[in-house]
């Protein structure tokens, strides 16, 4: 904002949609901030969220119109549910702004840790697995890896950058050391 900057956002989660019209104030900051906290609390697997797979792409869409030209775009998202759509309207977005993804995994995706029973969700369902079974340790991270692999593969060529951003490590830390500030 000091540097007279508009800031603006689209909020969404698995069926509802926020679009905060970029301006240059606090207000709008605190608006989408609050936004996004409001959206978090309706988070978890007992709370009847239905996953809809289709909101990246209409929350990418509404960007793609609202976002003509010269805007840095960052996009934070798990990337669950990706298709060629979705790679096609990031593409389309970053040939007139600076796009930036922010690929948000959690590190139990990463490395399945040998701790017996777990019980893991995807927001919709939970299961109970028997993470000692060599055969999930391996795959479930090569889910997360194939998901990464496939945004960064798409997207490279247009010199759209995907981040990865853990969600057991402080996010302002990480993605202050990703863009190159060590601070």
Known sequence: ????????????????????????????????????????????????IVSEKAMLDQALEKASRTSTHDHIICIISDFNGTSDRTHGLVRNMARHNDVILFFVYDPIAKELPDKGSLIISDGDQQLMIDSTIKSLQEK???????????????????????????????VA????????NQK
């Open 140 to 170: 479930v991270p090569d889910i997360l890896l194939s998901r990464y692999r496939l945004l960064k593969e798409r997207l490279e060529a247009f010199r759209v950058p995907v981040l990865p951003i853990t969600t057991d490590q402080d």
């Open 1 to 48: 904002l000091s540097s007279q900057d508009r800031a603006g956002a689209i909020v969404f989660n698995d069926s509802h949609l926020v679009h905060v019209k970029p301006q240059r104030s606090r207000k709008t900051v605190m608006h989408i901030l609050k936004t996004i906290c409001d959206f978090n609390t309706h988070l978890g697997a007992n709370k009847g």
């Open 173 to 180: 830390l990480q993605t202050r050391q990703l863009l190159g």
